[in-house]
């Protein structure tokens, strides 16, 4: 498959999941806000997501992307004649790309994590998902070319 052929997908697969992690991480954090008692107004929540999609989203677009980088492409090879399994491939090469990914930013930061959701189970699994989703877009809009394109 040409390289030309996975920029657009590869770039819409890393926008979905870092959008949605942008977002879960932001209201992670509200939410332990709101146990501690703080009231967190709608407007409030808002306001935040859009500085957090701003603000964390280029550093968590970074990470997602490395990942990515390594783990479509693989996801590719293997695929090669197994049509069957597709959705699940990409589904895992998302999540265990980010998983492994962050790993490695964890070892390698100065502070316990470097992403406050990666701190909980929840938050890491929520974190996963959101790549695991980015992976099965990356698939989806491979689909129609798969079959054209050698």
């Not at 930013?105 to 695991?132: F, V, Y």
């Amino acid at each position: 498959m040409r390289i030309s052929l996975l920029f657009r997908p590869f770039l819409a697969a890393v926008l979905l999941a870092t959008v949605l992690g942008s977002l879960l991480q932001t209201h992670l954090n509200l939410a332990v806000l709101q146990a501690h008692g703080i009231a967190v107004p709608v407007t409030v929540r808002l306001h935040t997501s859009g500085l957090d999609l701003l603000g964390f989203g280029p550093t968590l677009a970074a990470l997602v992307a490395t990942a990515f980088l390594v783990a479509l492409p693989l996801a590719l090879w293997l695929l090669r004649g197994r049509d069957a399994l597709g959705w699940p491939l990409f589904a895992l090469a998302g999540a265990l790309s980010l998983l492994a990914a962050l790993a490695v930013a964890n070892a390698l930061a100065p502070m316990p994590t470097l992403i406050a959701a990666n701190r909980t189970l929840a938050g890491t699994l929520g974190l996963m998902a959101c790549a695991s989703a980015g992976g099965l877009l990356f698939y989806a809009l491979l689909r129609p070319t798969r079959g054209r394109v050698a």
